[in-house]
């Protein structure tokens, strides 16, 4: 049974840093293409940034040059590092995972496993 599990969130002020991570279990992760996801209340799920098997990596426009997305196969863990927080970034953050590539990696439809999400708080 795939499982993934967030941590990591927690309440910065403007501009501060967090290094989230996601540790996956119940798959083969090299196999697996992976994302960030966040939502705010009221508003859809968007997607973050996503890295696939061979490790290459996108970004939404408007997280580009702060967030940072990794992996660290052996440990079968995913990571965000996220920069340079702005008031606009709080959201609850999920990770999420498929083994099918994925046409769209920025689509929360892409991705069949998602986990609990972590919350992140940014105050101005």
């Known amino acids: 049974q795939v499982q993934l599990v967030e941590s990591g969130g927690g309440s910065v002020q403007s501009g501060g840093s967090l290094r989230l991570s996601c540790q996956a279990s119940?798959?083969?992760?090299?196999?697996?293409?992976m994302g960030w996801f966040r939502q705010a209340p009221g508003k859809e799920r968007e997607g973050v940034a996503a890295i696939d098997s061979d490790g290459s990596t996108s970004y939404a426009d408007s997280v580009k040059g702060r967030f940072t997305i990794s992996q660290d196969n052996a440990k079968n863990t995913l990571y965000l590092q996220v920069n340079s927080l702005k008031p606009g970034d709080a959201a609850m953050y999920y990770c999420?995972?498929?083994?099918?590539?994925?046409?769209?990696?920025?689509?929360?439809?892409?991705?069949?496993?998602w986990g609990q999400g972590t919350q992140v708080t940014v105050s101005s």
């Open positions: 119940g798959l083969t992760y090299s196999a697996y293409y």
């Open positions: 999420a995972a498929d083994f099918i590539p994925p046409a769209r990696p920025m689509a929360p439809y892409e991705y069949r496993y």
